[in-house]
């Protein structure tokens, strides 16, 4: 169950171009210059304020010279993360109880 205090879905695409933005040393200025997009609606966005729509973040990541998965890559690596590491925790849960069933069998 999702807690209320856990960012959204709009949230963590913000906090992803955001940290893309950054790490490619571009201001909202310089994306301003460079584009058709203004300032506050960038910012909105990137504080999950605003909803985006899949053409908007292609021409954002085209604008950051960046493939458009990156900004999902980015964006729920902490959830793809934790479903494999339930997936792990599962199947090791699953092999624990077949090794106690065979050793049960086994006497």
Known sequence: MISSNEPNTYEKIGR???????????????????????????SNIERGKQNVSIGWLVHYANVLQIDPSEIFLRAFKEDFQEKQLEKIYERFNTYESESEANKKSDT
């Open 16 to 42: 992803a171009l955001k940290s893309i933005r950054i790490e490619k040393q571009f201001k909202l200025k310089d994306i301003e210059a460079i584009s058709d997009m203004n300032g506050p609606t960038i």
